[in-house]
């Protein structure tokens, strides 16, 4: 039986993390602290790197045992992928979510960390720099936010089954192929209501649990993009799911995700979206 720390005990490591190596470079990047990685928008910066590095230690000695992969080692080092095949706990880390935001002095970007046991999500914890505050959940224990001033935590749940054409939500259609793409975005601006894309998952999930969303669709599922902000939206009450129905799994990095407040919003938006 593997003991979990309390998503507590990780977003001490986080915050003070954010508070030593990243928030002292926001607005502050120099000369040679940003560099590509696959492209123009796929970036790397010198508070990623040091955020990653300083992370990974404290999580594996906060669970004996445990395995890390982090977006930075896994991008130097893809064979890392394999650990998602084990059954041990295995944590998963973006050392900052949003890098391009994060480069450019934009507001949304974020430091996220999951826990896996078993190749299932146990623990998910969001925390926004800006925000001082974090969202996180336990496995059967719902979803939480906490501010940094240490007051009383606020449970969270996803909003209330809306109309499609009221519904507010994150659309990413980057990585679609034209003419899917072009159909998609013309089928999202007739039937929905206001779409956008913040260019960081782990703001639009925490969208999607204090009220501000009601969906969020990806093409691309990264874990460390997704493990923890689905089970924090799934804590919150909220539904996912592949494009073709299957339950969203860590280590199958194909096949979409689609977020809704439940079951019903999510087939309404699949409907529209894929013209079912």
Not at 107 to 128: K, N, P, S, Y
Not at 232 to 240: L, R
Not at 257 to 263: E, S, Y
Request: hydrophobic letters at 40%; a negative charge; aromatic letters at 8%.
């Amino acid at each position: 039986m593997v003991a979990i720390p309390t998503s507590e005990l990780v977003a001490q490591i986080m915050r003070e993390t954010a508070d030593e190596v990243i928030m002292p470079r926001y607005k502050a990047l120099g000369e040679g602290d940003i560099r590509e990685k696959t492209g123009p928008k796929d970036l790397v910066t010198i508070a990623d790197l040091e955020s990653e590095r300083r992370m990974t230690p404290l999580l594996q000695d906060l669970l004996p045992g445990s395995m890390v992969i982090g977006e930075e080692a896994t991008s130097d080092n893809p064979e890392i992928f394999r650990l998602l095949d084990g059954d041990g706990p295995v944590w998963i880390v973006d050392p900052v979510d949003g890098t391009g935001n994060f480069a450019k002095g934009g507001r949304h970007f974020c430091v996220m960390v999951g826990l896996l046991v078993g190749g299932e999500a146990v623990l998910g914890v969001i925390l926004d720099p800006l925000g001082e505050c974090w969202i996180s959940a336990e496995r059967g224990g719902g979803a939480w936010r906490q501010s940094y001033d240490g007051g009383a935590a606020e449970r969270l749940s996803v909003l209330p089954p809306t109309p499609i054409n009221e519904m507010r939500g994150a659309l990413n259609f980057r990585f679609l192929d034209s003419p899917l793409k072009e159909e998609m975005r013309g089928r999202a601006n007739d039937a929905l209501g206001d779409h956008f894309r913040l260019g960081c998952a782990g703001h639009e999930y925490l969208h999607m649990v204090t009220g501000k969303a009601h969906f969020a669709m990806y093409i691309k599922k990264m874990p460390w993009d997704h493990v923890p902000g689905c089970l924090i939206h799934s804590e919150a009450g909220g539904y996912q799911a592949r494009f073709d129905g299957q339950p969203y799994r860590a280590h199958d990095m194909t096949g979409g995700i689609l977020a809704a407040p439940d079951q019903a919003g999510w087939q309404a938006l699949h409907s529209v979206l894929f013209a079912d």
